[in-house]
């Protein structure tokens, strides 16, 4: 019988297949949601209303990395939640399965498979780096060294006109007190290689646009983490008559969504010379703010953008001199709630709700701009809804079996739940004479935890 | 290629109270297949990182060749980290696989292609070159991911546990493969396990290392034969090593009621009277004339000509054992191998003993 580990059972995991291997699952347990490669077996499936990753690895790597998933969200990084380990699997035959990691499904996720594709706007592709960028920054300014980044262990999560960025692969990763820049710069040299054999996979599936080069992607992305590394935490130094530049240097770290929580201060002995450098900083700045302010739960430039209407709506309604937290109480019942709670049930899979109030304040500043005139929250929503939403694909889930390539064409993945496998159409190729593999079949397994110590003499002797 | 040297190499973490490598002295030939074992926290991880520069020195330095590469940034190193990653893109050809990190550092593309061809040629990857990765078994993914190390063609190759997420069956075939690609190609490789049996099967030397410290280095055999103290003589071997407590008397050493010979000038080394004697499972034979150390069987296991007994102990001195229940395990070739529930006697050919000082752990015979 398999044996669960969880933080929070569910009993409806249990009656599931676990005998069989994850490969062999029957259709009515997998949803094919889009992901990327992998060199273990992995698929979604679906339990009632509830959708999770299952990854299949052996019970050692597999508790390994429960656990680095759950220390992760201790400490609020972006990635996704463990659900269970499963194991002690056997099949029908009574043969051991290797042990199963059961992840939330991420809400609203977006592949990156998906996201390069032909037609992307420049701007785009470089939001979508800078997410990549601060997600690599924050995990290592908590100490983890991923040690396998790329994009296939990223998922994307549209974040008002940006995007924000999870982890979802910890396999390889660790967690020490602080990373040395060994450890970073190792990091980041295999986010260079895995991330330009990503791109380089997209392109050679016509699934990349034509305008994007691989090489200068992974340059801008190593430009990129240099540059916000040196902002949060390089050493600044200037003389005693420039105090101002400490403000400034908190101010364009929360520009940057970041928190300063230590920075430490040192005056040369005359007080000429005043050194400073962030020790200890933290990310989410403005969600932080907002779900103080307001309970909601929302990624950073969301929180952001929802941060800037909650002050527009102070001033609007001249309440600067009521404290801050009556005021976003009565701005989340007058304009948030009432804005989002007119989304049609049909649609609320198309976006999450913070993302939903992003896109209606735009709206109406467009349909202001052209109607040159004030136009109310609730008309604003009400001509989303009609032009917007309802043409907008679902995303809550969004489906992978159908890849859009160059020219518009769509192309079918071989199978719709295993994008490691390419497309239907890649041709099947005769078996070839490989002497490798058929010294391969008559492996020993019997040595795997044994040597003989008589064939050891004779080989050496 | 080149030499690796590790001298008085010390890694500290913040905070803690001893060191996770301390002063670390080895010297790794020039093409030598070298690999470092030990227990969880013995600090063989935390040795490969230091070479790889992932790990700060706080004292000594670490060489390649004639460079004393200590303070340079992991990309200046000229090493390679072999399977920290092998899923292969699918749309790309096998040959794309194992090129592609090649055509990022701007290696030109007659080049990238002789190297390509070079590495398929010694992993009998030849006819797959223009394929899709999308049929290749198991052992052939393997194969184009050592591939895309050796394209690399570093001085050193580095391996930490590469193994540990195959398996059973993957696992022995590519323990095998690594070790002939490792004799061909001839580079030197630094690789770090937890498995003896791996170590033993797989190196050239193996450095056997235990909170932090480096307890030996030698060839499998040496290890083997002669265990520099009771932790190696304990670790390496499997099944391991029978470790019994001995008392020193006239004539040789006391196990349980029997006594050992052994040399005078061996106990002479001795720093008391207390000692441990080791004696190999294969090492032991069913005396023939009721003389020897008794063990009581409580399970025999029978592989073709040999037969694996496992019980404890007989005839226990509790001065010297207590309440602890000594195991035994012995390896012996017999027709008629005896049964669960007698007790035999065990003899051991003097020149098979391994005897330690039980005071420093070290060997003196």
New interface residues.
């Given amino acids: 019988m398999p044996r669960f580990l969880s933080a929070k059972p569910d009993a409806r995991l249990i009656p599931l297949p676990w005998s069989t291997p994850l490969s062999q699952w029957p259709a009515e347990h997998l949803v094919a949601l889009p992901r990327g490669?992998?060199?273990?077996v992995v698929r979604f499936i679906t339990v009632g209303d509830g959708v999770f990753a299952a990854k299949e690895?052996?019970q050692?790597?597999a508790l390994r990395e429960y656990r680095l998933l759950h220390d992760l969200m201790r400490l609020h990084t972006p990635a996704v939640e463990p659900v269970a380990v499963v194991s002690g699997r056997v099949d029908d035959a009574g043969e051991p399965l290797?042990s199963i990691l059961l992840t939330k499904h991420l809400d609203f996720s977006l592949p990156y498979r998906s996201l390069f594709s032909p037609g992307v706007r420049h701007d785009t592709v470089i939001r979508l780096l800078d997410a990549m960028v601060v997600l690599l920054a924050r995990l290592h300014l908590l100490g983890f060294?991923w040690?396998?980044v790329?994009l296939?262990n990223i998922l994307f999560r549209r974040d008002a006109g940006s995007f924000a960025a999870y982890l979802v692969d910890a396999?390889?990763g660790e967690l020490h007190?602080?990373l040395?820049?060994?450890?970073r710069?190792?990091d980041l040299?295999?986010a260079?290689?895995?991330i330009?054999?990503?791109f380089?996979?997209?392109e050679?599936?016509g699934?990349l646009d034509e305008s994007l080069d691989?090489?200068n992607l992974?340059d801008t992305i190593e430009a990129r983490y240099q540059e916000l590394w040196k902002e949060l935490t390089g050493i600044e130094e200037f003389s005693g008559s420039e105090l101002y530049r400490i403000e400034s240097r908190v101010r364009r770290l929360n520009a940057l969504g970041f928190d300063i929580a230590e920075l430490d201060i040192q005056t040369s002995p005359d007080g000429q010379r005043i050194t400073i450098q962030p020790k200890v900083v933290d990310a989410g700045h403005h969600s932080r703010r907002l779900m103080r302010l307001t309970g909601l739960d929302t990624e950073e430039n969301q929180a952001r953008r929802l941060l800037n209407d909650l002050d527009t709506y102070r001033a609007r309604t001249n309440q600067q001199h009521v404290d801050e937290a009556v005021v976003a109480h009565e701005w989340l019942t007058e304009c948030f709630e009432p804005v989002v709670n007119m989304v049609p049930a049909d649609l609320a899979d198309k976006r999450d709700p913070a993302q939903v109030y992003h896109e209606v304040l735009d709206y109406r500043w467009y349909m202001s701009q052209r109607e040159k005139r004030e136009v109310p929250l609730t008309e604003a929503m009400r001509g989303y809804i009609k032009d917007v939403l309802r043409n907008l694909p679902d995303e809550v889930m969004s489906r992978a079996a159908l890849v859009q390539v160059q020219n518009g064409d769509t192309r079918q993945l071989?199978n719709p739940y295993d994008?490691?496998?390419?497309?239907a159409t890649?041709e099947?190729?005769p078996a070839?004479?490989?002497?490798?593999?058929e010294a391969?079949q008559d492996?020993?397994?019997s040595?795997?935890?044994?040597?003989d110590?008589d064939a050891?003499?004779a080989k050496?002797g | 290629m080149a030499t690796v040297t590790y001298k008085e190499a010390t890694r500290v973490y913040p905070g803690a109270d001893h060191a996770a490598v301390d002063k670390l002295n080895l010297e790794i030939g020039d093409g030598e297949f070298m690999v470092l074992v030990g227990p969880s926290g013995c600090g063989k991880s935390t040795s490969l990182r230091m070479l790889a520069g992932l790990e700060e020195i706080n004292s000594g330095s670490v060489w390649i060749g004639d460079r004393d590469v200590t303070d340079l940034p992991p990309k200046d190193r000229d090493i390679a980290m072999v399977f920290q990653n092998y899923a292969l893109y699918p749309h790309m050809t096998v040959a794309d696989n194992m090129g592609f990190a090649l055509k990022m550092k701007g290696v030109n593309k007659d080049e990238r292609e002789k190297r390509v061809l070079e590495a398929a040629k010694l992993l009998g990857l030849e006819d797959l070159l223009a394929r899709k990765p999308k049929n290749l078994s198991g052992g052939q993914r393997q194969r184009v991911a050592m591939g895309r190390a050796i394209v690399r063609d570093p001085q050193v190759f580095l391996m930490d546990e590469p193994l540990s997420n195959l398996d059973a069956k993957l696992r022995v075939q590519t323990r095998t493969q690594i070790a002939a690609l490792q004799t061909r190609l001839g580079v030197t490789t630094v690789y770090v396990t937890h498995d003896q049996v791996e170590a033993m099967t797989m190196g050239d030397r193996v450095a056997v290392m235990k909170d932090g410290v480096l307890q030996q280095v030698d060839r499998p055999l040496a290890l083997y034969d002669t265990p520099k103290n009771i932790f190696v003589a304990g670790f390496i071997g499997s099944p391991a090593m029978n470790l019994m407590p001995g008392t020193i008397v006239d004539g040789g050493v006391r196990v349980t009621d029997h006594v050992v010979p052994v040399a005078r000038e061996v106990l002479d080394r001795a720093q008391s009277a207390d000692l441990v004697v080791g004696i190999r499972p294969e090492s032991f034979e069913v005396s023939p004339t009721g003389e020897g150390i008794a063990m009581k069987i409580s399970a025999v296991e029978e592989t073709g000509a040999d037969s694996y007994l496992y019980g404890t102990l007989g005839n226990q001195d509790p001065a010297t054992l207590g309440d602890e229940v000594q195991q035994v395990v012995a390896r012996v070739t017999t027709r008629t191998p005896p049964q669960r529930g007698d007790t035999i006697r065990l003899h051991v050919d003097p020149a098979n003993l391994h005897v330690f000082d039980k005071i420093s752990s070290l060997r003196i015979s």
């Fill in positions: 490669i992998s060199r273990h690895v052996n050692e790597l290797d060294m040690g396998d790329s296939s396999e390889t007190d602080r040395s820049d060994g450890q710069a190792h040299g295999i260079r290689i895995n330009f054999g990503d380089c996979d997209l050679a599936g699934l691989p090489l992974v071989a994008p490691s496998m390419g497309f890649d099947e190729e070839v004479h490989d002497p490798w593999e391969a492996v020993d397994i040595s795997l935890d044994h040597f110590i050891l003499r050496k």
